[in-house]
């Protein structure tokens, strides 16, 4: 994410509340591209749609609905990870949701274990 400039950036300073955005020190056509990309796939992909559907109904810390170019830069930053993802496991992307469903549940033991 820190190539492309996606990374997230902060400007708190004390009691002060300042914006959370994008670093933009990345590559700049890259950026460009992969905008262009989440901007397809949520057109194109079920799995993506509802995730930028989801965005676009949550709410940011101040309790404000987030605007449509928030939720394609989320878009922008789980389509790095999904790609990253899959080339690290050296998988197909698949629409389908996995057979196992990963449900969180805290076991006896007190840990986190995913079934």
């Known amino acids: 994410m820190k ?4 990374d997230p950036v902060e400007s708190d ?5 300042g914006r959370r955005r994008i670093s933009k020190k990345g590559r700049y056509l890259l950026r460009k591209y992969l905008y262009f990309m989440s901007m397809r796939v949520v057109h194109r992909s079920p799995y993506f749609r509802d995730y930028y559907n989801r965005k676009l109904s949550s709410k940011n810390r101040f309790g404000q609905a987030l ?3 928030e939720a394609l830069c989320a878009v922008v930053i789980k389509l790095i990870k999904v790609m990253f993802a899959l080339l690290r496991d050296e998988r197909v992307f698949s629409n389908e949701p996995p057979a196992r469903a990963n449900k969180i549940f ?3 033991a007190k840990r986190l274990v995913l079934v």
Do not use: A, L
């Not at 190539?3 to 996606?6: A, K």
């Not at 300073?13 to 509340?17: A, F, N, T």
């Open 106 to 108: 805290y076991g006896e």
């Open 67 to 69: 605007q449509k170019k």
């Open 13 to 17: 300073s004390g009691q002060r509340v």
């Open 3 to 6: 190539y492309s400039g996606y």
